[in-house]
Nanobody, 123 residues
Framework: QVQLVESGGGLVQAGGSLRLSCAAS????????MGWYRQAPGKQRELVAT???????NYADSVKGRFTISRDDTKNTVYLQMNSLKPEDTAVYYC?????????????????WGQGTQVTVSS
């Protein structure tokens, strides 16, 4: 099973920057799309940014121009560079990876999530 481990969260003042990382590991897998989602207290989880295997990116309107998603397929890692952070960006950020995994003699499509990393932006 693919495991996703996020890092890079923390406490930052408004206007500051953070860079999140998410590394995928497992036995035999191929990664298709990857993305970042976030969930603030009392709110539903929402999409932040996604990136396809071909490098096409998509952003939530609320983060366009401030956040940049990228991936390094040699390291099975996706990044989220967050600049000009606002208090409303405070949330737990989750990494997601859409994968093909080898189980026995067959390949199966799986949807994988990390454990989340807290980002807190103070005003």
């Amino acid at each position: 099973q693919v495991q996703l481990v996020e890092s890079g969260g923390g406490l930052v003042q408004a206007g500051g920057s953070l860079r999140l990382s998410c590394a995928a590991s497992g036995s035999r897998f191929n990664i298709h799309g990857m993305g970042w989602y976030r969930q603030a207290p009392g709110k539903q989880r929402e999409l932040v940014a996604t990136i396809t295997s071909g490098g096409t990116t998509n952003y939530a309107d609320s983060v366009k121009g401030r956040f940049t998603i990228s991936r390094d397929d040699t390291k099975n890692t996706v990044y989220l560079q967050m600049n000009s952070l606002k208090p409303e960006d405070t949330a737990v950020y989750y990494c997601n990876a859409d994968c093909d995994e080898l189980y026995g003699s067959g390949w199966y499509r799986t949807d994988n999530w990390g454990q989340g990393t807290q980002v807190t932006v103070s005003s």
